[in-house]
C-alpha cells in the first residue's frame, strides 16, 4: 500500500473526485499536482491545447508534460471536517494512472504521513492520537 487520500477537483464547472497517491518524492517549489489522460479529459484539458509544456525527471528519465497554471482548486474529502482549499497547477502525464500530490501541495493541505507503507496520515492540526488511513479503493 502508499499513503492515498481522497481528494476533490474542481474546474470550472466541473468537479472530479478521486484517490491520489501523496508523494514526497514529487519535489516542486509550487502548487503542482500530476494527473493522467483520463482524468485530464474530464476536467477539460485533453487534447492539451493551449498548455505550456514542463519537463519532468523521473525515474525513467526526463519526460515533456503539458503544464496548466492555476488551473483547479484541490480539497480533502474528509468525513469529520471540512478541509483547506488549495489552487493547484497540473500537470498531465501519460505515463501515470492515477492523480498524484506533490509534497507542496500535500503541505499546503497540513498532510502529514505517519506510516507510508500502511497509508497512515493524520492533518497538521489533528490531536496528537488521531490516525487517518488511506481509503479503500
Not at 494527473?35 to 525513467?60: M, R
Not at 471540512?82 to 489552487?87: I, Q
Amino acid at each position: 500500500m502508499a499513503c492515498r487520500v481522497k481528494v476533490t477537483i474542481k474546474r470550472g464547472g466541473k468537479t472530479l473526485e478521486a484517490l491520489a497517491l501523496v508523494n514526497s518524492g514529487f519535489e516542486t517549489d509550487t502548487p503542482d499536482i500530476a494527473i493522467p489522460v483520463n482524468v485530464a479529459k474530464e476536467l477539460g484539458l485533453w487534447p492539451p491545447a493551449s498548455a505550456v509544456s514542463t519537463i519532468l525527471d523521473t525515474g525513467g528519465g526526463e519526460v515533456t508534460n503539458p503544464y496548466y497554471t492555476d488551473a483547479a482548486s484541490l480539497e480533502l474529502v474528509l468525513s469529520d471536517r471540512e478541509s483547506r482549499s488549495v489552487r493547484v497547477n497540473i500537470i498531465v502525464n501519460p505515463h501515470i494512472d492515477e492523480v498524484v500530490i506533490s509534497d507542496y501541495v500535500a503541505s499546503e493541505l497540513g498532510i502529514v504521513l505517519l506510516d507510508i507503507k500502511q497509508g497512515l496520515w493524520r492533518l497538521s492540526d489533528d490531536p496528537p492520537n488521531k490516525v487517518r488511513h488511506t481509503p479503500h479503493q
